[in-house]
């Protein structure tokens, strides 16, 4: 048995090949999935030596058979005499395994397990050994081609008799080739009940055991079908007790030789013919389909007819209930989608192929899918869901001892930290994949990053000499433009990425594309040819946008990608300023942020699939429309490395373009720098923020003073990026230290479309619910509710509740007398009563603990503590909100830290965008945690303001300004924002 080592390695070899690990994150790495793999070092020591169960050098596999014929609790038969030769039976670890006394010595009995080696061979007393209970008669006489079970490694395994000599049996293991075979003692061998052996029969044929079916008793030699077979036929094979599609190509000494289908001459074998049976037509035909789409996917490049075939394939797996190819199938629809660069369904069938191998057992299959799943999620940025499948595959490599398994997911973890710009992780791992005999295509890109370009140019060209597979040729072509370009050798980093061009479009390998077009771009950018630089990186984004539609709904999912590619909308704003092409720069500036929560809020507002065409980004023209029914001035930042531009676009529709080096006002200090040490002195004692944000305001403020509307009334919309969002602007102080709240009526929008969005929402809102009008006189008549809620019960997080808030609960009742309705505190404050009553209100005034901690895991931090109820836990979460339908004119989150999340370059995501996106028009949340006396002052001084003014915006401004004479500590009345629609 130690001899099918091999067949076991050749198994892993074929079923990681040929089912699955093409998929990956590059071209080069796609090209790879063909390569051979080297068979494990150590595949002689796991089937020689028993499984992961053994400790202290001891076998510990249960055999079944034995346990029942012997429990542990029964006598020990002590007083027994052995011979050197007996068979007997030997206690371990409370189990009972078969064994044979070699020697005796000094009242000890030396022995060996005759189905493992010699490595665990022992000496014991004679209180460990009992005589052979029960064992099938060794009288009964056994004949040749008798169907028998045999004990190897504590299992029982079906073989038929070749031949009996010198009182042994000659037997071959049904299913499994020749270098099996084994001459063995009869004390290895029972007699099985002929049902059992039919089971057996029926389950190798490809049927699964039903143990409650009562099978009538036949003979108990196999029922083989006597017919014989010509050359060039098509028969099904059985090997590793699983049939597989084979053609035969020759007949000699009455064996057949065939070829496996799919798979390459090196698999080709001679068997008998009681390993054959006829094929059933439907599923060669299968077989057939999907060998055909694998093809054309992987060499043909032609995804979509690839996929078609597939599919077709897929269909007839289904009918004939074949799990083992659906198995198969699943994983080559999968392939191809992912090619065809729609990875949801990817994943998804990727996903489907794996469940469907853990239930069958096939774990190599199931270990395959692991990696598969693992690259689309890392091509859509999303690492951790990447490093989490790599991890598992590593594991279940670890778990085999094939380390061929271990070096690929090594690898692909130093891909995803390679990604992830963090290379001193991915050294690490590529190390460790390099001592286990696996180079890194990234190695090279290693030498890039730390300036080592001859090195660099040296390994590519090495690849691009010596390899003969597409993908990877292109790849490295990238990189060798990569390397020229650092060297500043530009015509030939240009014919580089021109030859990666060629060969992408010509495989319609999209990615390639883009960054070819992308790298172009960026080479002409340095070269000053800007007509080209302009050209090329355009057509980098028609590319990259293609991606992104097939992303369909998924939100979070387009977040991650666009995380990915918005490097290239900001080398395009670069290249458009450097031409003076202010307007044009402006629509990119637009086409590059919050895309994923534009098309979330138009998807909430329209009945209509969401179609490019229709959710198309703003034009100049559009802008201007934008700011004049906004009646505000809007102002626009986009970070483009060391430079700072702002946009002034005024309610006429004049626009102005500021452009500012941010080392000039940051120094040594880059501007992430800066807003964490705004964000300290204003949180931490003694509380003295004014030289941050003097020069927060020099930064941001200064460059467009003269711009800004001189009426204190009017509204200014600032549309911040990455780190500016957690700033406060409403506190940025100019040199005579005067707060900008004071000179302006500030609100904040993640892009200029998401103000014409919240515009929309709100007339839609009006119109279905006309009584739900925030008109000025807040107090709500017989027809409308609000909704207040205040210091729930709370939830427990990590075991612990969180601690309750006293001040939030007064507040709530303040405000709940304001509006004339009841505030919903302690354990009346149910999740379930408060989502009920969200859809239905016309204000949403909630004051508890907002949390930044992703409670479910599922990529989306945020969540409001709520009352836990039977049907829920009391965190209502971002993805909950979104569930929701609202009507409301205002959501007030008065909590701390509401207005933070994850920044992206699709804005904050959290708890302010889950709530907008929901139908709120508007929404106020806070950057920090504001003291309690201090938030019932404003917020109960902003409902009034309310009462006053039909502007948000002017209310809350008001309500500062009343808070910042009680309470001057910036921390005190600047943590809150408008987010929306001020109207």
């Known amino acids: ?159 038929k008799i070749l031949e009996i000599k010198n009182n042994q049996y000659c037997i071959t293991y049904v299913g499994h080739d020749r270098s099996w075979n084994e001459c063995i003692d009869r004390v290895r061998i029972r007699i099985a009940d002929p049902r059992k052996i039919d089971a057996e029969r029926l389950r190798l044929e490809g049927y699964r055991r039903n143990t409650n079916t009562n099978i009538e008793q036949h003979n108990s030699e196999f029922t083989q079908t006597n017919r014989d077979y010509s050359v060039n036929e098509y028969v099904e094979v059985l090997w590793q007790k699983q049939w597989h599609l084979a053609q035969i190509l020759e007949i000699k000494n009455n064996r057949y030789c065939i070829n496996y289908v799919g798979y390459d001459s090196s698999w080709d074998e001679c068997v008998d013919s009681d390993r054959l049976r006829q094929v059933n037509s439907r599923k060669a035909e299968a077989e057939r389909l999907r060998l055909e789409a694998d093809n054309l996917v992987s060499n043909a490049h032609q995804y979509q007819k690839g996929l078609e075939t597939a599919k077709k394939s897929l269909k007839i797996y289904q009918e004939i209930g074949d799990k083992s190819g659906l198995v198969q199938v699943l ?70 001892k094939d380390t061929d398994i271990q070096a690929r997911a090594l690898e692909g973890i130093g891909d995803i930290y390679y990604f992830q710009k963090n290379y001193k992780k991915a050294i690490e791992y590529y190390q460790q994949s390099a001592e286990l005999g696996r180079k890194a295509f990234y190695i090279g ?108 709904g998924k939100d979070l999912l387009k977040v991650s990608l666009f995380e990915t590619q918005i490097d290239t909308y900001n080398q395009l704003q670069k290249v458009l300023v450097q031409q003076n092409q202010i307007k044009d720069a402006l629509e990119i500036a637009e086409r590059g942020r919050a895309r994923a929560f534009v098309e979330l809020l138009f998807d909430r507002l329209s009945s209509h699939t969401i179609t490019q065409a229709n959710i198309e980004p703003p034009t100049f023209k559009e802008i201007q429309q934008i700011a004049a029914e906004q009646t505000a001035t809007i102002v626009e930042y986009s970070i483009i490395e060391e430079q700072l531009y702002i946009w002034v676009i005024q309610p006429t529709g004049e626009i102005a373009f500021r452009q500012i080096e941010l080392k000039s ?74 707060y900008l709240i004071e000179k302006h009526t500030i609100l904040t929008a993640p892009a200029i479309q998401v103000l014409e969005l919240t515009h929309k929402q709100r007339a839609k809102n009006k119109k279905a619910n006309p009584q739900n009008d925030l008109i000025v006189g807040l107090p709500r008549n017989n027809n409308q509710r609000d909704l207040v809620v205040g210091n729930p019960s709370m939830p427990k997080l990590h075991e612990q509740p969180l601690e309750p808030l006293v001040g939030a609960e007064i507040e709530a009742k303040q405000i709940a007398d304001f509006l004339e309705t009841q505030a919903i505190i302690g354990k009346q404050a149910t999740e379930s009563l408060v989502k009920k009553q969200m859809e239905n209100s016309r204000v949403i005034h909630i004051a508890t603990h907002g949390l930044l901690t992703d409670i479910r895991e599922l990529g989306i931090p945020g969540a409001l503590a709520l009352t836990p109820d039977k049907n829920n836990d009391g965190f209502l979460t971002y993805y909950e909100i979104l569930e929701l339908n609202l009507n409301a004119e ?69 309500a500062m300004l009343t808070t910042l004479k009680k309470f001057p500590e910036v921390k005190n009345w600047a943590a809150f924002t408008l987010t929306g629609e001020a109207n």
């Open 1 to 159: 048995m130690i001899q099918n080592t091999q067949k076991i390695s050749k198994l892993l070899v074929i079923i990681l090949v040929k089912l699955s690990i093409l998929s990956s994150l590059n071209i080069s790495e796609k090209a790879r999935a063909s390569e051979k793999f080297t068979l494990a070092k150590n595949w002689q020591n796991v089937l020689s030596k028993p499984p992961k169960h053994l400790v202290n050098n001891h076998p510990n596999i249960k055999s079944t058979e034995i346990t029942e014929k012997s429990l542990v609790n029964q006598p020990f038969l002590l007083a027994q005499n052995y011979q050197v030769g007996d068979y007997v039976e030997v206690l371990w670890e409370e189990n009972w395994y078969l064994g044979k006394i070699l020697e005796i010595n000094n009242n000890q009995y030396c022995i060996t397990y005759p189905t493992y080696d010699d490595s665990w061979d022992e000496c014991l007393g004679n209180d460990r050994l009992r005589p052979i209970q029960n064992q099938n008669s060794s009288a009964e006489s056994l004949r040749l081609n008798q169907y028998i079970e045999v004990l190897w490694q504590n299992e029982w395994y079906l073989a």
């Open 331 to 400: 994983s080559s629809v999968g392939w191809a989608y992912y090619w065809l660069n729609d990875y949801v369904n990817a994943i998804d069938y990727y996903q489907q192929s794996f469940e469907l191998a853990e239930e069958i057992d096939d774990d190599y299959a199931a270990t395959a899918r692991l990696y598969d799943i693992s690259k689309p999620y890392l091509y859509l940025g999303i690492y951790h869901k990447s490093l989490e499948y790599q991890k598992e595959y590593l594991a279940r490599g670890k778990e085999i």
């Open 445 to 552: 890109g290693l030498y890039t990053v730390f300036g080592r370009h001859d090195e660099a140019i040296d390994f590519f060209e090495n690849i691009v000499t010596n390899t003969n597979d597409i993908y990877t040729k292109a790849a490295s072509f990238n990189q060798l433009g990569q390397n020229y370009l650092a060297l500043g050798n530009y015509d030939k980093a240009i014919n580089y990425f021109q030859e990666q061009l060629t060969i992408s479009q010509e495989i319609q390998e999209i990615h390639g594309e883009s960054e070819a077009f992308e790298s172009l771009g960026i080479t002409y950018l340095a070269k000053r040819d800007l007509k080209q630089a302009e050209k090329n990186l355009r057509s980098a984004i028609i590319v990259k946008e293609s991606i992104r539609k097939k992303l369909g």
């Open 665 to 738: 006002v940051l120094e040594n200090k880059t501007l992430r720098d800066l807003v964490i040490d705004t964000r300290r002195a204003l949180l931490v004692k003694p509380y003295q923020p004014q030289i941050q944000l003097k020069k927060l305001y020099k930064l941001l403020i200064e460059p467009i003073a003269d711009i800004l509307p001189t009426n204190a009334e009017e509204s200014v919309i600032f549309i911040p990026q990455k780190e500016l969002f957690l700033i406060p602007f409403v506190a940025l102080m100019d040199e005579g230290e005067k």
């Open 890 to 958: 205002l959501v007030v989150l008065s909590a701390c830290d509401t207005g933070r999340g994850a920044i992206t370059g699709d804005g904050v995501i959290g708890l302010s965008r889950s709530f907008l996106a929901a139908g709120a028009p508007s929404i106020i949340v806070s950057l920090w945690k504001v003291p309690d006396d201090a938030t019932q002052l404003l917020m109960v001084d902003f409902y009034h303001q309310l009462n006053t003014t039909d502007n948000k915006a002017k209310a809350l401004r008001q």
